[in-house]
């Protein structure tokens, strides 16, 4: 602990504030003292410490009333102090944003993990605050690239979940980057020192899925030679992200149900339970509603996974941030292979006007295949031709067009998709898009004449 961090002691009683100050002040934080709610807001508006000891009876009110000014209080982490009779009004600071509480008379150890607590919250908030100016800079989020209005979303709800012990859910396409979002979630966590580990449950056969997650007793099938520790065990007291959920075996996700609520895991042939403490990040490319309805997904488990969901938006809609994903590729790529390219506009044009169906990791790809083909300067002849079926793309009731797509191309895409939303009902189309039934069905022969071409 160093002197970097300070506290505010809040308390009326002379001799109790000067003990605690003293206790406080032996695991390295400055302190400052007030014995009432006006002489605190004095020393908050002054200089915000970290941490607010803040007794909850004072001579001119109670400690709640200053929890109620969220901005004066916004800067510093609050701890009440409380009696027994005043138990229920610790909680009720809790609710309302108080870190923990602190019992008279001053348990010296859970004092000590209190403090210790609020370093570690301090400096996981200083770390994203150098992360947030980091992005103003150049884009970058930790190892998450991009400042699109759609990404810095994912990340202000990254910074809220990150330092609690919520379960995430994270949505989106392949290739969006959700293993990155459930890394960075862990690195701005109090498990940040423990163990990440990532498993596919779509990846690992169905009679191996519960041995990896849960581990195994010798003998305990042909082959388990040893006892092995699973994915659980192997994770305690850090993070383990479970991409592609959705693929699980439906028999194993009732048991992940259970280790959810209980925290301990049996392994394969074993009688007795284990206590894990492990935080759950998940992840699908699927609707994980849908996954529900069709029976791959138990609604009770999703529930239990779904407490705080975060959606990664695709590529396509991130703008701007193709650009500097790009050049974060090829930077990468400059500094392993020791050369010097560089994307021409026309290249980032070309980047520009292709649908990336699989996402940032396509993106990847594609910027490393122009980079081999290359010398110097890449060019568009070195990526991939845009795919004029691809120019629009449609999202749910949303048909998005890009620049250079031909009028006659978004006519096509833009009646079929409408046929689409309506089920085939022309009449409807039709009057929707302004036209006759006639002409709609002209243009649909034309189509079909095509297709057969």
Not at 422 to 442: F, H, P, Q, W
Request: proline share 4%.
């Amino acid at each position: 602990m160093t002197t970097q961090f300070t506290a505010l002691i809040v308390e009326d009683d002379e001799d109790f504030r000067v003990s605690l100050s003293a206790l406080v002040r032996r695991r390295g934080y400055a302190t400052r003292e007030a014995s009432s709610l006006t002489r605190a807001r004095d020393e908050l508006v002054a200089s915000p410490p970290d941490v607010v000891l803040l007794d909850l009876r004072l001579p001119d009110g109670g400690g709640l009333e200053l929890m109620e000014d969220e901005e004066l209080v916004a800067q510093s982490e609050v701890v009440v102090i409380t009696g027994h009779a005043d138990k229920d009004t610790a909680i009720a600071a809790l609710r309302v944003g108080a870190l923990d509480y602190l019992p008279k008379p001053i348990d010296q150890a859970r004092l000590e993990t209190i403090l210790a607590n609020v370093a570690r919250t301090r400096g996981l908030k200083r770390e994203v605050a150098d992360l947030r100016a980091e992005l103003r800079r150049v884009g970058r989020f930790g190892a998450m690239v991009g400042r699109s209005k759609v990404v810095q979303q994912v990340y202000d709800l990254i910074t809220r979940v990150a330092p609690t012990e919520s379960t995430v859910f994270v949505t989106g396409e392949s290739g969006t980057g959700k293993e990155l979002v459930a890394a960075t979630v862990h690195a701005l966590s109090k498990r940040r020192d423990e163990a990440f580990l990532a498993l596919n449950c779509g990846a690992i056969s169905a009679n191996l899925i519960e041995s990896e997650l849960f581990g195994h007793e010798k003998g305990s099938f042909t082959g388990a030679d040893r006892r092995r520790r699973g994915y659980f065990e192997e994770a305690h007291g850090g993070t383990l992200f479970l991409d592609e959920i959705t693929e699980m075996p439906i028999e194993l996700q009732v048991k992940l149900l259970r280790v959810l609520e209980t925290g301990t895991i049996t392994r394969v042939g074993a009688t007795e339970a284990t206590e894990v403490d492990v935080r759950v990040v998940t992840a699908s490319n699927r609707d994980p509603l849908k996954a529900v309805e069709e029976g791959t997904l138990r609604e009770d488990l999703l529930y239990r996974l779904n407490v705080f969901p975060v959606h990664l938006p695709p590529l396509r809609e991130r703008g701007d941030d193709i650009d500097l994903l790009a050049q974060h590729f090829l930077d990468a790529i400059n500094e392993r292979e020791g050369t010097a390219k560089r994307l021409s506009d026309l290249a980032l044009r070309r980047l520009h006007e292709l649908s990336w169906p699989g996402n940032v990791r396509q993106l990847k790809n594609v910027v490393e295949r122009a980079a081999i083909l290359s010398d110097g300067i890449i060019a568009p002849e070195s990526l991939p031709e845009p795919d004029p079926a691809q120019m629009v793309a449609v999202s749910g009731s949303l048909l998005q067009v890009r620049v250079g797509t031909s009028i006659e191309e978004i006519e096509r895409r833009l009646i079929l998709a409408t046929l689409e939303e309506l089920e085939g009902d022309k009449k409807r189309a039709a009057e929707v898009l302004g036209i006759s039934l006639k002409t709609l069905y002209n243009r649909l022969n034309v189509y079909d004449a095509r297709a057969g071409e």
